[in-house]
């Protein structure tokens, strides 16, 4: 098993009697399905249903004093406890953010040796293993007490790429892009059944409608890597972006609809003069309100 500590994540604490209610009602997953050990995939949108910023959320126990502990993106952290601040109005909630207290220690390739207070599987894909909510002081005690090899956050980046699960500022930039973009919707990142929330009429008319044409997938990449942001071409057709990458594989952002054009066309694609391939031809051709596995 390997851990990493991710130097680029920081912790948002939520509590107080509405603190459920006053979550359930500004983000896209469904906090009542949360409890202690258990992690969900979310993010709070703009009322046009664009991603402020995503997360991963759990609850944490009585003897860490309760409330909601969020996993996100460290340069977004101050940005979101203030736009959690900005929504309460006369909710009984506390917002902190506990950036300089808590980190995120990813472990994964095996089960935990041990199960420590703020730990759950990440909710995105079972293969990205766990998080476990940690000063980073401990990085390598808790290591060593779950029975893993800690390594560099570059090996766990290599792990997300290969997966192809999306990373914000990288794969896809905040405020511009919805969650069936990002593949939200296949990473258990949306309830669809829950109550309303910020952006939520948006993002069920994609759903229902299955109007999403741009979405994150897998590239192959049979030399040097792109680099991200340069646009990937269909012949001298923009068709996509390109994400981050490494040891042959990456994620990009493209138009499904000309993608699969390409494909019919035998056209192969390109970025930056370096050929791209898809990992996964097939994915461009699921519709929107027909999840993955």
């Not at 109007?211 to 001298?236: C, F, Q, W, Y």
Request: aromatic share 6%.
């Amino acid at each position: 098993m390997k851990s990493a500590f991710l130097p680029d994540r920081g912790v948002i604490k939520v509590a107080g009697d509405d603190a459920r209610n006053f979550l359930n009602g500004l983000i896209t997953t469904d906090v009542d399905r949360l409890k202690p050990g258990l992690g969900r995939f979310g993010a709070l949108l703009t009322p046009q249903g664009k991603i402020i910023v995503d997360f991963l959320i759990t609850e944490a126990p009585s003897g860490h004093g309760g409330g909601f502990l969020i996993d996100c993106p460290k340069a977004l952290a101050d940005g979101l406890a203030t736009k959690l601040k900005f929504y309460k109005l006369r909710a009984k909630v506390t917002v902190d953010n506990l950036t300089g207290d808590l980190g995120v220690l990813a472990a994964w390739d095996g089960p935990l040796g041990a199960q420590p207070d703020l730990a759950f599987t990440d909710p995105r894909n079972g293969e990205l293993g766990y998080r476990i909510l940690i000063p980073e002081d401990l990085k390598q005690k808790l290591s060593d007490l779950i029975g893993a090899e800690l390594v560099d956050a570059s090996d766990y980046e290599a792990h997300r790429i290969a997966l192809g699960v999306p990373r914000g500022g990288l794969d896809f930039m905040y405020s511009d892009a919805f969650p069936h973009e990002t593949n939200m919707d296949r990473l258990a990142g949306v309830d669809f059944d829950k109550g309303c929330y910020v952006g939520q009429e948006v993002v069920s008319r994609m759903q229902h409608r299955g109007t999403a044409r741009t979405r994150s997938v897998k590239v192959l990449l049979d030399g040097p890597s792109p680099e991200a942001g340069a646009t990937i071409l269909a012949g001298d057709k923009p068709v996509g972006t390109m994400g981050s990458s490494t040891n042959g594989k990456g994620i990009a952002l493209v138009r499904i609809d000309r993608v699969a054009d390409a494909l019919d066309a035998g056209q192969p694609l390109t970025a930056g003069g370096l050929a791209v391939r898809l990992a996964e031809p097939e994915i461009v051709r699921i519709p929107a309100k027909q999840p993955t596995a």
